[in-house]
DNA sequence: CCGAGAAAAATGATCGATCATTTTTCACTG
DNA sequence: CAGTGAAAAATGATCGATCATTTTTCTCGG
């Protein structure tokens, strides 16, 4: 019999990968600190070559700094990066969309529309404590952002603002754990969608950039700390 | 006393990810290619981990495909994502020239004068073999294409420019490795600059995206070869 | 007490052995 | 002879020991 789908069981590289990754976009593993690769194995349970796979990944991703003979740390944050990483979103978003708008047919728009309800939807914060945010979110939330420029007819577009994402991520996060949050980005996510939807093309750019820009601001008063942390 | 600039000697694994990365963008590993650990560890003369260590980071690059427990192979090339990247780049170095040129100074315009001229001096290929490109071109070629963009004002933007570059710079060499090349891109090259310097605008963009499109176009017609070998 | 330099400790990098999974070989059945 | 499935081989993944480098601690002369 043929395995049509055969199951892959992942290495324990790929797990400790994925589990350094959310702990690093997470912000529980605040910038510039260091990773110790027997702790780490030890934290894991498992030899130390899993582990120093998974942080050459993440180094090339950017998420992890790597010093040869010295280790790696995370990454660390600053607000002249903030502001380079946002600026670059805007611009790349920007063709990201237009071409988006201009190509999307019927599909894409269900998908925008149906990503942004989903949003709407999902809390935002775990129902038995109000502090620690849903997880879920943070993936339906980046869905949104991403099914606004999946139609743009480019995969290396679409891979760079998921890079671009992620990154703004962390510092999202970032602002969070001190404390500093948005207001309501929900109703800006449904003014965005309506002005997609609507195809009116200068003004999602208008209102896309802001929402980048606005975060930005908000987050910029905090990175500070992950500075301070990042010796 | 104090050492100033820490001399920083290389591991083995970023070594060997240096070497392992050189023959893929330079096609000497054709795309598909089974990449062996232990046959590769014998190669380098090291053991698995560094090479395990340089592949992982290839992974994370999207020079090198992974599959969990069927190890590593090199990055499979396809017409259509060459027309994908080719794409991408047009768009995302649109934006970065457009902003050099609104906010670059004098120095970035020398810059750019510079890359361009090293480009135009440098030999194609190696004085004793006419057949093998120089390694040194690709650099200061590259060097040329990151010119354009440096004055942008983000480092993310830039970083997005090198990687889409790198990705183009394989299929080139594989096109190149078929027979094929392009008639006399110092002349595109020199035009590109000219206009740049002359802060025109659109020509500058009008330039390189049929910069871009045409080594696409060439390249098309050999990739074939490589997705063959991809089994 | 300070700083230079040696010794010790900690940590990172590498190795080869071993375990797990996949792929190939091959004998057998129908 | 094709297809099946068990054995064997090949290959990938992981482990812990060991080696190399960096960092810390300690000692001592000034």
Known sequence: MVNAALEQRPTRASSIYLLLRDDILGGSLLPGAKLNIRDLSNTYSSGLSPVREALNRL?????????????????PVS???????TQA?????????RESIEKGDTEWEEAVILSC???KR???????DET????????????????????CGSNWMIDT???LFDAAERYRNLARGAGVSRSDPRDEHQEIMSAAVDRKTDLVIEL???????????VQTVVVVGEEDAV
């Open 89 to 97: 979103r805007c611009w790349v978003n920007e063709i990201g969309v």
């Open 59 to 75: 180094s090339a991703e950017g998420l992890v700094l790597q010093e040869d003979n010295r280790g790696f740390k995370v990454q």
């Open 161 to 163: 603002c998921s890079r």
């Open 132 to 151: 620690v945010p849903n997880p879920k979110w943070a993936v339906v939330h980046k869905d949104f952002h991403q099914s606004l420029i999946s139609a």
């Open 122 to 128: 999902i809390p935002r914060f775990l129902p038995d």
């Open 117 to 119: 309800h989903r949003l």
């Open 208 to 218: 896309l950039n802001s929402h980048f820009q606005r975060t930005a601001q908000l």
């Open 79 to 85: 607000v002249p990066e903030l502001i380079d990483l």
